[in-house]
C-alpha cells in the first residue's frame, strides 16, 4: 500500500474516531435529559393532582374531568390517555365558559392566586382557625370589648386573602393590648390567658410559613415546559433510531436541544417572575411575623411591668393590700386543704402620728420606708412582707408556727429601735408594736388569725408599746 493510500485511511480513521466521540457525547446527553424527564415527571405526577383536586369542585363537567385527569395522574396512565383527558379538559372550560370565575378573579397577590387557585378552601381554614381565637376571646373577655369582637369577626368573614389574615392578627393583637391596660385581674392569670391567645396566633401563622415553602417547592415544575420537554424527547428517540448517519442524527439532535433549550430559557423566566413575586410577599409575611414576636415580647413586658406596679406600694416599695389578699388566700387554701400551718405578723409604728405631727411628713415617710428596709433582709425569700395601710405592715411566715414568728418578730422589734434620724438637731426614734398569730385547727378564714394578730398588737400597745405580743 503506497503513502497516500496510508494517509487516506489515516484521515478517514480520525474521522470515525471523531464521529464515535461525537456519539458517544450525544447518547451521554440523551441519557442525562431522559434522567431530568423522569424526575420532571415525577414531580408532575406528585404535586399536579393536588393541584387538580382542589380545583376539582362541583358536579360540573369541567370537575369530572379534573377528577379523572388526577386519578389518571395517580395511576401512571399511559401518555396518550392524559393527552385525550387534557383535550377533554380543554373543551370543558371552553364549553362551561368557567375561565373567568376559576382563573381570572382579581387577587390582592399573586401568592393570593397561586394558593388559592379555583378553590377557597386554604383561606376558609385559617378563617375558622381565627374563628376559634375569637370565640376564647368572647368566654375570658368582658361584655364591653363585645364590640370589637364583632368587628374582628366581621372582618375574618369578608377576609379573601393572606394580607386580610395579616390584619386581622394585628387587630387580635390590639384587643388584647387594650385587655392588659383595662383589666385588674390577677396577672398570673391575664398572663396565662395571654400565651394562650398567641400560642394560637402562632400555630397558625406556622402553618401559613409552611404553606409558602411547599407552594415554592411547586414551582420546581411547569406543566408547559414538562409537555414540550416530554414531546421533544420523544422525537429525539426517533430520530435516534431512524438517522440514516451521524450527521444526519447530529443535525436532528442540535434541532431538538435549540428547541429545548429555548422552551427551558422562558421557563426560567417564567418562574424568575413567579419566585420574585412569592419572594416578596414572603419577605412581608416574614416581617410580620417578627413583628407578632415583637409584640408578643412587648406584651409579656407590659405585663409584668404592670403587675409590678399593681401590687407594689408607691411610697415603700413593699407589697401592697392587694398583693397581700392574694397571698393570703393562697396560704389559707394550702392551710384547709394539707394543714399546713402559717404564722401572720402585724406591725404597727408605735406614736406614729406625733411623729408626722412634729416633724413632718417626710420624715414620717422617711420611717415608714426604714421600717422596710430594716425588716426585709430579717425575712425569708418565702415571707412576705405587705404594707396594709398608714403605718401597719404585715409579714406572712409560710410553715412557721407562733414560736418561730415570735423569734422573727423580736429580731425586727429590735432592729427597728436603733433607727434614729436627725431634724433640726432633735433625734428622731421610731419603735413598733408587733402582734403574732398562727393558723389554728377550726379555722375558716384567714380573717380569724388576722383579728388575732391585731388582738396582740392592741394588747402590746397597752402593755406599754415596742414590745411582741402572741395570741
Same mark, same amino acid.
Given at each position: 500500500?503506497?503513502?497516500?493510500?496510508?494517509?487516506?485511511?489515516?484521515?478517514?480513521?480520525?474521522?470515525?474516531?471523531?464521529?464515535?466521540?461525537?456519539?458517544?457525547?450525544?447518547?451521554?446527553?440523551?441519557?442525562?435529559?431522559?434522567?431530568?424527564?423522569?424526575?420532571?415527571?415525577?414531580?408532575?405526577?406528585?404535586?399536579?393532582?393536588?393541584?387538580?383536586?382542589?380545583?376539582?369542585?362541583?358536579?360540573?363537567?369541567?370537575?369530572?374531568?379534573?377528577?379523572?385527569?388526577?386519578?389518571?395522574?395517580?395511576?401512571?396512565?399511559?401518555?396518550?390517555?392524559?393527552?385525550?383527558?387534557?383535550?377533554?379538559?380543554?373543551?370543558?372550560?371552553?364549553?362551561?365558559?368557567?375561565?373567568?370565575?376559576?382563573?381570572?378573579?382579581?387577587?390582592?397577590?399573586?401568592?393570593?392566586?397561586?394558593?388559592?387557585?379555583?378553590?377557597? #378552601?386554604?383561606? !376558609?381554614?385559617? @378563617?375558622?382557625?381565627?374563628? *376559634?381565637?375569637?370565640?376564647?376571646?368572647?368566654? $375570658? &373577655? %368582658?361584655? =364591653?370589648?363585645?364590640?370589637?369582637?364583632?368587628?374582628?369577626?366581621?372582618?375574618?368573614?369578608?377576609?379573601?386573602?393572606?394580607?386580610?389574615?395579616?390584619?386581622?392578627?394585628?387587630?387580635?393583637?390590639?384587643?388584647?393590648?387594650?385587655?392588659?391596660?383595662?383589666?385588674?385581674?390577677?396577672?398570673?392569670?391575664?398572663?396565662?390567658?395571654?400565651?394562650?391567645?398567641?400560642?394560637?396566633?402562632?400555630?397558625?401563622?406556622?402553618?401559613?410559613?409552611?404553606?409558602?415553602?411547599?407552594?415554592?417547592?411547586?414551582?420546581?415544575?411547569?406543566?408547559?415546559?414538562?409537555?414540550?420537554?416530554?414531546?421533544?424527547?420523544?422525537?429525539?428517540?426517533?430520530?435516534?433510531?431512524?438517522? #440514516?448517519?451521524? !450527521?444526519?442524527? @447530529?443535525?436532528?439532535?442540535? *434541532?431538538?436541544?435549540?428547541?429545548?433549550?429555548? $422552551? &427551558? %430559557?422562558? =421557563?426560567?423566566?417564567?418562574?424568575?417572575?413567579?419566585?420574585?413575586?412569592?419572594?416578596?410577599?414572603?419577605?412581608?409575611?416574614?416581617?410580620?411575623?417578627?413583628?407578632?414576636?415583637?409584640?408578643?415580647?412587648?406584651?409579656?413586658?407590659?405585663?409584668?411591668?404592670?403587675?409590678?406596679?399593681?401590687?407594689?406600694?408607691?411610697?415603700?416599695?413593699?407589697?401592697?393590700?392587694?398583693?397581700?389578699?392574694?397571698?393570703?388566700?393562697?396560704?389559707?387554701?394550702?392551710?384547709?386543704?394539707?394543714?399546713?400551718?402559717?404564722?401572720?405578723?402585724?406591725?404597727?409604728?408605735?406614736?406614729?402620728?406625733?411623729?408626722?405631727?412634729?416633724?413632718?411628713?417626710?420624715?414620717?415617710?422617711?420611717?415608714?420606708?426604714?421600717?422596710?428596709?430594716?425588716?426585709?433582709?430579717?425575712?425569708?425569700?418565702?415571707?412576705?412582707?405587705?404594707?396594709?395601710?398608714?403605718?401597719?405592715?404585715?409579714?406572712?411566715?409560710?410553715?412557721?408556727?407562733?414560736?418561730?414568728?415570735?423569734?422573727?418578730?423580736?429580731?425586727?422589734?429590735?432592729?427597728?429601735?436603733?433607727?434614729?434620724?436627725?431634724?433640726?438637731?432633735?433625734?428622731?426614734?421610731?419603735?413598733?408594736?408587733?402582734?403574732?398569730?398562727?393558723?389554728?385547727?377550726?379555722?375558716?378564714?384567714?380573717?380569724?388569725?388576722?383579728?388575732?394578730?391585731?388582738?396582740?398588737?392592741?394588747?402590746?400597745?397597752?402593755?406599754?408599746?415596742?414590745?411582741?405580743?402572741?395570741?
Amino acid at each position: 500500500m503506497d503513502s497516500a493510500q496510508e494517509e487516506k485511511l489515516i484521515i478517514l480513521q480520525n474521522q470515525v474516531e471523531k464521529l464515535q466521540s461525537q456519539k458517544d457525547t450525544l447518547l451521554k446527553e440523551l441519557n442525562t435529559l431522559e434522567e431530568q424527564s423522569e424526575r420532571t415527571n415525577q414531580l408532575y405526577r406528585k404535586y399536579f393532582p393536588l393541584i387538580i383536586d382542589s380545583v376539582a369542585k362541583g358536579d360540573n363537567l369541567f370537575s369530572k374531568v379534573c377528577k379523572d385527569l388526577s386519578t389518571a395522574l395517580k395511576k401512571g396512565e399511559s401518555q396518550g390517555k392524559i393527552e385525550y383527558l387534557f383535550q377533554q379538559l380543554k373543551s370543558a372550560i371552553l364549553k362551561e365558559d368557567i375561565t373567568p370565575a376559576v382563573f381570572g378573579r382579581k387577587k390582592k397577590g399573586l401568592f393570593a392566586s397561586l394558593i388559592k387557585g379555583g378553590s377557597d #378552601s386554604f383561606v !376558609d381554614e385559617y @378563617k375558622q382557625s381565627y374563628h *376559634e381565637v375569637v370565640n376564647t376571646l368572647r368566654s $375570658t &373577655l %368582658d361584655q =364591653k370589648y363585645a364590640g370589637k369582637l364583632d368587628n374582628i369577626t366581621k372582618r375574618i368573614n369578608a377576609a379573601s386573602d393572606t394580607n386580610d389574615i395579616s390584619e386581622i392578627r394585628e387587630r387580635v393583637f390590639s384587643l388584647v393590648f387594650v385587655y392588659i391596660s383595662d383589666t385588674n385581674q390577677d396577672r398570673g392569670k391575664v398572663n396565662a390567658f395571654i400565651r394562650e391567645i398567641v400560642g394560637k396566633i402562632l400555630d397558625i401563622e406556622s402553618k401559613l410559613a409552611t404553606t409558602y415553602q411547599q407552594t415554592d417547592s411547586m414551582f420546581q415544575s411547569n406543566q408547559g415546559f414538562e409537555s414540550v420537554l416530554s414531546s421533544e424527547l420523544i422525537e429525539l428517540k426517533q430520530a435516534t433510531d431512524v438517522a #440514516s448517519s451521524i !450527521d444526519v442524527l @447530529k443535525i436532528k439532535v442540535a *434541532e431538538r436541544l435549540a428547541y429545548i433549550e429555548t $422552551t &427551558l %430559557d422562558k =421557563k426560567q423566566a417564567d418562574d424568575r417572575f413567579i419566585r420574585e413575586a412569592v419572594e416578596e410577599n414572603k419577605n412581608a409575611f416574614k416581617s410580620g411575623f417578627v413583628k407578632l414576636q415583637e409584640e408578643l415580647e412587648e406584651a409579656t413586658k407590659y405585663s409584668e411591668e404592670l403587675e409590678k406596679k399593681l401590687n407594689l406600694d408607691q411610697l415603700t416599695g413593699a407589697f401592697n393590700r392587694r398583693a397581700y389578699d392574694k397571698r393570703v388566700e393562697e396560704e389559707m387554701a394550702r392551710f384547709l386543704r394539707y394543714g399546713t400551718c402559717f404564722s401572720m405578723l402585724l406591725i404597727d409604728a408605735d406614736k406614729f402620728k406625733l411623729i408626722n405631727d412634729n416633724y413632718g411628713h417626710a420624715i414620717g415617710d422617711r420611717c415608714l420606708k426604714e421600717i422596710i428596709n430594716r425588716t426585709i433582709p430579717l425575712l425569708r425569700k418565702t415571707d412576705m412582707l405587705a404594707r396594709y395601710g398608714g403605718e401597719e405592715f404585715l409579714v406572712i411566715m409560710p410553715e412557721t408556727d407562733a414560736k418561730g414568728a415570735k423569734t422573727a418578730a423580736e429580731k425586727i422589734r429590735h432592729t427597728i429601735e436603733n433607727i434614729e434620724f436627725i431634724y433640726k438637731k432633735d433625734k428622731v426614734t421610731v419603735t413598733v408594736s408587733i402582734g403574732v398569730s398562727q393558723s389554728r385547727e377550726g379555722d375558716k378564714s384567714h380573717h380569724q388569725i388576722f383579728e388575732r394578730a391585731d388582738m396582740a398588737v392592741y394588747q402590746a400597745k397597752e402593755q406599754g408599746r415596742n414590745r411582741v405580743v402572741v395570741n
